[in-house]
């Protein structure tokens, strides 16, 4: 979903929240597909405020929460993380914006089933994708509902790790960033239920951030999240995450055909770790 009028709230959606940190990894089995989680528990909640620039004035326009507890999946103990957004009334005169994400991923982070339903202006739409892993590959059966009501369903099947906006936030937290140079690129296989992304983060340094919404100041490490589209690379996100054990996205600034927005990080709490990168 690529049109003006949609475009900010997708790439934020489906690109920045879910985008923090990742490495490749071979794929030998779904085990293989995770990484030793490090970085959060069982009980963590983040909020986040949304604005955007509405004739060269910010304006919070909207609220997301993303919440990750234990459960289990077809009987298997598992994470079960899910992503709230709603826009305000003042965004409903404009744009409507009432979207849901949801995935299960096993406690290593190999992801086991996600799904979306987003309500998008006039359209609500649902993906759903299903991870198995047969012969060392890792198959995607994919769901999707189309705003008019179409169904479609296939299959694809990767010999590389494959993840979707949801999954790859959990695993890209853990990344051991120290291990980055500046200006490195890291490439991001991540999959909706019509393709797969040509995209990839660039590591840009570190920054001593302040938060517009409250005045906190936090020590991050600084990406860009570009994709390649029609022939030419696009910085679609370029965000800010703490510079401690936890890689939690404080800022997320999205650059659009139309005007900017920006996400702030307003709350948290159930951290795994002390948030040692806020600055006093």
């Not at 970085?39 to 004035?57: I, P, T």
């Not at 409903?92 to 992801?111: K, S, W």
């Not at 920054?207 to 030419?232: A, Q």
Request: with cysteine; hydrophobic share 35%.
């Amino acid at each position: 979903m690529r049109n003006t009028n949609h475009s900010w709230f997708r790439k934020m959606v489906m690109r920045v929240l879910p985008l923090c940190l990742l490495a490749l990894m071979p794929l030998g089995a779904s085990a293989q597909c995770g990484i030793e989680n490090t970085a959060f528990k069982s009980g963590e909640f983040l909020s986040y405020d949304l604005y955007f620039n509405w004739k060269f004035v910010w304006v919070k326009v909207g609220t997301a929460s993303m919440s990750t507890v234990q459960s289990k999946y077809q009987g298997q103990k598992c994470y079960r993380s899910s992503l709230i957004t709603r826009g305000n009334s003042q965004l409903d005169n404009v744009f409507m914006m009432r979207d849901t994400l949801l995935c299960y991923t096993d406690l290593d982070l190999a992801p086991l089933y996600f799904r979306k339903g987003a309500r998008e202006g006039d359209r609500y739409y649902v993906d759903e994708l299903w991870y198995t892993y047969p012969n060392q590959n890792c198959h995607l059966r994919m769901h999707r509902i189309d705003h008019d009501g179409e169904v479609h369903w296939k299959d694809a099947e990767y010999k590389d790790c494959i993840y979707d906006m949801m999954s790859i936030f959990l695993r890209a937290r853990n990344f051991n960033v120290e291990t980055l140079k500046v200006g490195e690129n890291i490439p991001m296989p991540i999959s909706d239920a019509r393709s797969l992304s040509n995209s990839w983060l660039k590591y840009t340094g570190k920054t001593t951030l302040k938060m517009k919404n409250n005045n906190d100041k936090y020590r991050c490490l600084t990406f860009s999240f570009i994709e390649r589209e029609n022939g030419k690379n696009h910085e679609l996100i370029r965000f800010y995450i703490t510079d401690d054990k936890n890689h939690m996205p404080v800022r997320l600034d999205l650059f659009l055909s139309f005007g900017s927005a920006k996400c702030y990080l307003s709350g948290f709490k159930g951290l795994r770790n002390p948030m040692e990168s806020k600055v006093k």
